[in-house]
């Protein structure tokens, strides 16, 4: 378990950046052949927009000073978090470590959907009215700063390893563009792969425009979350590949302009309550 440890720590960064754009390539590829959805793409002007967020996103963690494994060491150093005060064994926490981080990013979801003033910020995620590999970043940077500080006091109560830690990020690299991505996993496998992991199918219906679907599935890397409290929800493959995708309220070309995704935190517009929305259809925006 210490050589696993030492080697992440030279090796966990370059191999999750390595995970993330060879499977940003190989998935991207995928959807050209084995696409779920024959919509267009929508490239051009959506392309530039989720990827210029993503680079925004990547600058925005790296000046973030805190890290999750800093705050990992100093709680294993110290003897906080529960698992370090039960001394549970390095082989034993690995697994559990893992499962937890799971269960955070999992809970933080939620908490971006449930209460108002995050769903302000995670709802530009949602605005996208295609899925493909270019929505697995498109986020509000403010989404990153709201969710980190609870993340890294969660590591610290918990007492996650810096090995599991390091372990998921790589991990999580690969499923958070899997799950976003255009892709028709042949059903036989599907299948078997939703029984644990986040497919494309199981994601897609997070993205639908219709509420009661947008609240489920907000596993990002494991379906068991979703499974035990309640959330998790399945579509049949056809309605799959016909679904609008997006918010209801914002089928137009106001999600292609980065200062209105931007700004969409501070709009009071009717994205404010969604089932007000809802049930107020022609509403003012
Ligand atoms: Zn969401």
Redesign the pocket.
């Known amino acids: 378990m210490e050589a696993l440890e030492q080697f992440l720590r030279t090796e966990a960064e370059p191999l999750q950046y390595a995970a993330f754009f060879g499977s940003l390539v190989i998935l991207g590829f995928l959807e050209l052949a084995i696409s779920r959805s024959r919509a267009a793409p929508c490239r051009g002007r959506r392309w530039s927009i989720n990827f210029g967020l993503t680079a925004l996103n990547i600058l925005i963690l790296g000046a973030i000073p805190v890290s999750g494994v800093f705050v990992a060491d100093y709680a294993r150093d110290h003897g906080y978090g529960l698992l370090n005060v039960l001394s549970v064994s390095a082989l034993l926490a690995l697994p559990i470590g893992i499962l937890v981080r799971s269960l955070l990013s999992w809970a933080i ?1 939620l908490a ?2 449930k209460i108002p003033l995050f769903w302000r910020v ?1 709802r530009l ?2 605005t996208d009215p295609v899925l493909d590999i270019s929505t697995t970043v498109r986020f509000h940077p403010l989404e990153f700063l709201i969710a980190t500080p609870v993340l890294l006091l969660a590591i610290l109560a918990v007492g996650i390893s810096p090995t599991a830690l390091m372990a998921y990020e790589i991990f999580d690299a690969v499923m958070a563009v899997f799950s976003h991505a255009n892709i028709r996993v042949p059903s036989s496998i599907e299948r078997i792969l939703r029984l644990v992991l986040v497919t494309p199918d199981v994601h897609r219906i ?1 993205h639908s425009s219709r509420q009661a679907e ?1 609240d489920s599935n ?1 596993g990002a890397t494991l379906t068991i979350w979703d499974r035990l409290f309640g959330t998790y929800r399945e579509k049949a493959p056809r309605a799959l590949a016909t679904m609008t995708l997006g918010l209801e309220e914002c089928q137009d070309d106001r999600v292609n302009s980065i200062w209105w995704l931007l700004t969409l935190p501070v709009r009071t517009t009717r994205l404010i309550n969604r089932q007000s929305f809802e049930t107020q259809p022609d509403g003012a925006g």
Do not use: G, K, L, P
């Open positions: 979801h971006m959907h995670h995620h949602h997070h947008t907000y």
